[in-house]
């Protein structure tokens, strides 16, 4: 079973040596290795003139804050405004410019808050084959996308004991082969264990052992 833990937080680093501790750093694309090359997972797009760079992403799903990733997007070169919400990561880690004429956006929520969640997040070569599963594709940047995987999320507190279970259908071949510039719908659906708990079918298991027991009273014999 895949991890669901949410995605807590995201940074661009300048340097594979500058990933801060928890985080994890997405050095090569998903298929990194094949056909005897490395592709790296540099999201820094080099122009004519331009000056060379390195650019990660660097994901946690460690706990911070409270928050969570819900929603991370690339808007297109004609945007004019950052949906509401959102923030713009401008700044790798060590103060420099994160893309290249590109703005990567993210929308942290308070988990009591969140309807979606960020689980996974990989970066892809534009000629790479990737599993449905990534149903949120970003916009080409440096010959790479990145892709995440996002699914509807609700907070139950710790004190309940829930245990998250990930069921559902997941996405299309479409979403995953065109970039999608404003919060998708996912695929994904998961139920709680806490919201099973009360169901008929679970209730008269539950009352199972009593029932066997009062049958079991009933045919021992009784003496005056």
């Given at each position: ?34 056909h ?43 945007a ?29 929520t308070r ?66 082969d ?19 708990q ?27």
């Amino acid at each position: 079973m895949a991890d669901e833990a949410p995605v807590t937080d995201v940074v661009i680093i300048s340097s594979l040596n500058d990933c801060p501790p928890g985080y994890t750093a997405i050095k090569v694309t998903v298929h990194g290795n094949a056909h005897g090359h490395i592709n790296s997972a540099n999201l820094w797009e080099k122009v004519m003139g331009g000056q060379d760079g390195e650019r990660y992403l660097c994901y946690t799903k460690e706990e911070k804050d409270g928050k969570i990733l819900e929603d991370i997007n690339i808007p297109s070169m004609d945007a004019m405004y950052v949906p509401k919400g959102f923030s713009v990561l401008k700044k790798t880690t060590d103060g420099k410019a994160a893309l290249y004429h590109r703005d990567l956006i993210i929308k942290r929520t308070r988990k009591e808050e969140a309807k979606y969640a960020v689980v996974d997040i990989i970066v892809a070569n534009v000629k790479d084959k990737v599993s449905e599963i990534y149903n949120r594709k970003l916009e080409k940047v440096n010959k790479n996308h990145i892709l995440c995987r996002q699914i509807p999320y609700k907070y139950i507190s710790p004190a309940a004991g829930s245990i998250p279970v990930a069921t559902g259908s997941m996405a299309t071949r479409e979403d995953v082969d065109h970039p999608m510039p404003s919060l998708g719908m996912p695929k994904d659906s998961v139920i709680l264990y806490s919201e099973l708990q009360s169901t008929p079918q679970l209730e008269f298991a539950q009352q199972l052992p009593q029932l066997e027991f009062a049958q079991q009273l009933q045919s021992v014999p009784h003496f005056p």
